[in-house]
T-cell receptor, first 119, second 113 residues
Framework: GAVVSQHPSWVICKSGTSVKIECRSL??????MFWYRQFPKQSLMLMAT?????????EQGVEKDKFLINHASLTLSTLTVTSAHPEDSSFYIC???????????????FGPGTRLTVL | AQTVTQSQPEMSVQEAETVTLSCTYD???????LFWYKQPPSRQMILVIR??????QNATENRFSVNFQKAAKSFSLKISDSQLGDTAMYFC??????????FGQGTRLTINP
């Protein structure tokens, strides 16, 4: 199957600083990527849909100025948590949609996730 | 809008036993896909099995099989001969067309030695 990477896997930062998380599709071109947030023992919550070359679409309740998403190429999307605070501490997961798949729904492949801890 | 519901927050079975995880969903579409994902302690999401709604035959992948009841909007996962490595969170999910994946709340499965 297709591979999606995330970097970094774990980041600790001080309150008030910004943190950038990268999501890359390694062996396919992804016109669409998704960013999820997962709290401990909970399900994945979709934050936004990232489309290459256009603005991201944010889910209701997600602050677009807090969580900046850039999808500048067909293999890279970035999530920047601006002015991070302890309540932003969470596990962030990206997925990338492979448009070349054999299924009509365009299968999504998940990255390994990034653990963000804000002190 | 699609919704996916998993009513079993936690389950625990002995190694080698068979376990069934429940999932119900709601959709107004006639064509959609259903999935079971596994999230082990590493937290990497792993696709376990998929089911296309227009296919009546239940999907199987080695020890994993589903019981897809379209009229009842039910999609349960059966794990046969459970192994210690099956210990994980399991998420039921649904998607229609090119839209977003919708996840259930998850079931924490523990396989005991």
């Amino acid at each position: 199957g297709a591979v999606v990477s995330q970097h970094p896997s774990w980041v600790i930062c001080k309150s008030g600083t910004s943190v950038k998380i990268e999501c890359r599709s390694l062996d396919f071109q992804a016109t669409t990527m998704f960013w999820y947030r997962q709290f401990p023992k909970q399900s994945l919550m979709l934050m936004a849909t990232s489309n290459e070359g256009s603005k991201a679409t944010y889910e209701q309740g997600v602050e677009k100025d807090k969580f900046l998403i850039n999808h500048a190429s067909l293999t890279l999307s970035t999530l920047t948590v601006t002015s991070a605070h302890p309540e932003d501490s969470s596990f962030y997961i990206c997925s990338a949609r492979d448009p070349s798949g054999s299924f009509s729904y365009n299968e999504q492949f998940f990255g390994p996730g990034t653990r963000l801890t804000v002190l | 809008a699609q919704t996916v519901t998993q009513s079993q927050p936690e389950m625990s079975v002995q190694e080698a036993e068979t376990v069934t995880l429940s999932c119900t969903y709601d959709t107004s579409e006639s064509n959609y896909y259903l999935f079971w994902y596994k999230q082990p302690p590493s937290r990497q999401m792993i696709l376990v099995i998929r089911q296309e709604a227009y296919k009546q035959q239940n999907a199987t992948e080695n020890r994993f099989s589903v019981n897809f009841q379209k009229a009842a909007k039910s999609f349960s996962l059966k794990i046969s001969d459970s192994q210690l490595g099956d210990t994980a969170m399991y998420f039921c999910a649904a998607i229609q067309g090119a839209q977003k994946l919708v996840f259930g709340q998850g079931t924490r499965l523990t396989i005991n030695p």
